[in-house]
């Protein structure tokens, strides 16, 4: 399978993906909050956070699934992205891991879709020209070790970010 095609970059709103599972970019809590986080709260409805509560939270850069209740995404996976503290405190590692651990989970759960947001280019201050060229590389990385996912999809919310993980996405394909 030609992976270039899995993957996509698509100016949109996460919570309207006809996908198998939305990945939310959460907060060690995993109770809610604003940004991506608000809107899929808002949109999946209260049992969301109810399922949540019961989770304990999430530490930074692991991932935790829950049912996606009134979204069309069938499941929800939280991560929590690193928050940018000039980027000597593991933050790319951090990043990594988040959208990795994502992926790992959306496997183990059969997930076949998945779209994902910019993962801690909002509240928490990644600059999205180094958060787009580390989330479109993991994701390549792991569909290079043999996926059952054939679509992925990176949902941008405005133009800015739009065009990072866009030409991120062509030239890390130019080289596979
Ligand atoms: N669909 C797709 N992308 C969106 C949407 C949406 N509906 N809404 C916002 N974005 P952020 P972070 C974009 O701040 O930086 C929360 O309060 C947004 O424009 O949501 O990881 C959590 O609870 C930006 O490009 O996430 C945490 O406390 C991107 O999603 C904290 O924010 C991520 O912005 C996490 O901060």
């Given at each position: 399978?030609?992976?270039?095609?899995?993957?996509?970059?698509?100016?949109?709103?996460?919570?309207?993906?006809?996908?198998?599972?939305?990945?939310?970019?959460?907060?060690?809590?995993?109770?809610?909050?604003?940004?991506?986080?608000?809107?899929?709260?808002c949109?999946?409805?209260?049992?969301?956070?109810?399922?949540?509560?019961?989770?304990?939270?999430?530490?930074?850069?692991?991932?935790?699934?829950?049912?996606?209740?009134?979204l069309?995404?069938?499941?929800?996976i939280?991560?929590?992205?690193?928050?940018?503290?000039g980027?000597?405190?593991?933050?790319?590692?951090?990043?990594?891991?988040?959208?990795?651990?994502?992926?790992?989970?959306?496997?183990?759960?059969?997930v076949?879709?998945?779209?994902?947001?910019g993962?801690?280019?909002g509240?928490?201050?990644f600059?999205?020209?180094i958060?787009?060229?580390?989330?479109?590389?993991?994701?390549?990385e792991?569909?290079?070790?043999?996926s059952?996912?054939?679509?992925?999809?990176?949902?941008?919310?405005?133009?800015?970010?739009?065009?990072?993980?866009?030409?991120?996405?062509?030239?890390?394909?130019?080289?596979?």
């Open positions: 399978m030609d992976i270039s095609g899995i993957i996509s970059v698509i100016m949109g709103d996460i919570v309207e993906q006809d996908v198998d599972a939305i990945v939310n970019a959460a907060n060690n809590s995993l109770l809610g909050g604003g940004g991506v986080d608000g809107a899929i709260h949109a999946a409805g209260p049992q969301l956070l109810e399922e949540c509560r019961a989770l304990g939270g999430c530490p930074t850069g692991e991932a935790r699934i829950t049912k996606g209740y009134m069309p995404a069938k499941w929800v939280h991560t929590v992205g690193p928050v940018w503290k980027g000597r405190f593991r933050e790319e590692q951090l990043l990594t891991d988040a959208y990795r651990n994502s992926l790992t989970l959306a496997e183990k759960y059969d076949k879709s998945i779209a994902f947001p993962i801690s280019i509240a928490y201050g600059p999205v020209e958060a787009s060229g580390l989330a479109v590389g993991t994701i390549l792991h569909l290079k070790t043999g059952s996912l054939n679509d992925v999809r990176l949902i941008c919310f405005n133009e800015a970010s739009y065009i990072f993980y866009l030409n991120a996405l062509e030239q890390q394909v130019s080289l596979l």
